[in-house]
């Protein structure tokens, strides 16, 4: 049995749970998400979400496990939410932001503009001497995840000097360069 799915999920106070067909809504106080789901079988009792499957067939094993994730994930965001911090790492490298538009400075002729999805929040830190930062807030984890990898996909880290939008945390693999 999928070790993941077998762990019943239990729902903080505050959160709403519904299912209907063969779609689950999470309600919070940060907002509402739903998941179609399929060849599952998802019980809600006392606080708690047990999900089972019908038999032991690869494709069904997967899916036990990834719907288990998912509607965690779910309800964590809607009682929590998430949250994705990137460093600018470079001279010159500059963030800020109007509302939801995001102003990134790294090092390319022209500033990168980008329209960032109403529901991520967006913040950007610069203190002096240190790196700008950009903080991106949801109750979507994948929603969040995406905005994070497209802004870091406009200048990902290189090996050599380490230059680049990385996530706070991440250790970059280095390279030697020339040697003489």
């Known amino acids: 049995m999928s070790r993941i799915g077998k762990n019943p999920i239990t729902v903080p106070e505050g959160v709403t ?4 067909d063969n779609m689950i809504t999470a309600k919070g106080k940060l907002g509402e998400l739903t998941q179609e789901y399929s060849e599952i079988e998802i019980t809600l009792e006392d606080g708690t979400i047990t999900l089972e499957r019908a038999s032991d067939k690869k494709d069904l094993r997967a899916k036990h496990g990834l719907y288990r994730a998912l509607i965690a ?9 998430w949250t994705k911090e990137l460093e600018l790492v470079g001279v ?3 963030a800020s932001n109007q509302g939801q538009k995001l102003d990134l400075a790294v090092g390319f002729s022209h500033n990168i503009v ?7 929040a967006v ?7 240190k790196n700008p930062r950009v903080k991106l807030t949801s109750f979507d ?10 802004i870091r996909g406009f200048r990902r880290p ?7 939008i990385k ?5 970059i693999r280095r390279k030697a360069g020339k040697s003489a």
Do not use: C, H, W
């Not at 994930?73 to 939410?81: A, R």
């Not at 980008?114 to 991520?120: G, S, W």
């Not at 996530?167 to 250790?171: K, L, M, Q, S």
């Open 17 to 20: 749970v519904e299912i209907k």
């Open 73 to 81: 994930n779910m309800i964590e965001g809607v009682s929590k939410g």
């Open 92 to 94: 010159g490298y500059r």
């Open 114 to 120: 980008l329209d960032v999805a109403p529901e991520v």
């Open 123 to 129: 913040e950007t830190i610069s203190e002096k001497g």
């Open 141 to 150: 984890k994948q929603l969040v995840g995406q905005v994070a990898a497209k």
């Open 158 to 164: 290189e090996p050599y000097k380490g230059k680049g």
């Open 167 to 171: 996530f706070v945390g991440e250790e």
